[in-house]
Nanobody
Framework: QVQLVESGGGLVHPGGSLRLSCAAT????????ITWFRQAPGPEREGVSC????????YYIDHVKGRFTISRDNAKNTVYLQMNSLNAEDTAVYFC?????????????????WGQGTQVTVSS
């Protein structure tokens, strides 16, 4: 059964750090592009960071550059998102998603499988 399971969310003070994990079962992650999305209260999901399949290129949206790091451990079939210097605007449910197309995109409709999400709350 194809499944993505996120973990690592929680409550953190401004300036703090969290590391999110996205573990895949039922398929091999390195055949897919993998993106972390987030959704604050509201209907839209925002793409945050992506690793492409083709050449492993990595992308970040501007307001997380220098603070967030995406990485992949093929042996564990898991993708991580290290988040540092968190602020209140980072509060959201974070989802990982994979695309068979293998190319990075911040359009949710291009993704084939999604995890259930993990809540990140940044508050003093």
């Amino acid at each position: 059964q194809v499944q993505l399971v996120e973990s690592g969310g929680g409550l953190v003070h401004p300036g703090g750090s969290l590391r999110l994990s996205c573990a895949a079962t039922g398929f091999t992650l390195d055949y897919y592009a993998i993106t972390w999305f987030r959704q604050a209260p509201g209907p839209e999901r925002e793409g945050v960071s992506c690793i492409s399949r083709a050449d492993g290129s990595i992308y970040y949206i501007d307001h997380v550059k220098g603070r967030f790091t995406i990485s992949r451990d093929n042996a564990k079939n898991t993708v991580y998102l290290q988040m540092n210097s968190l602020n209140a605007e980072d509060t959201a449910v974070y989802f990982c998603a994979v695309s068979r197309r293998g190319l990075c995109s911040y359009y949710p409709s291009t993704y084939d499988y999604w995890g259930q999400g993990t809540q990140v709350t940044v508050s003093s």
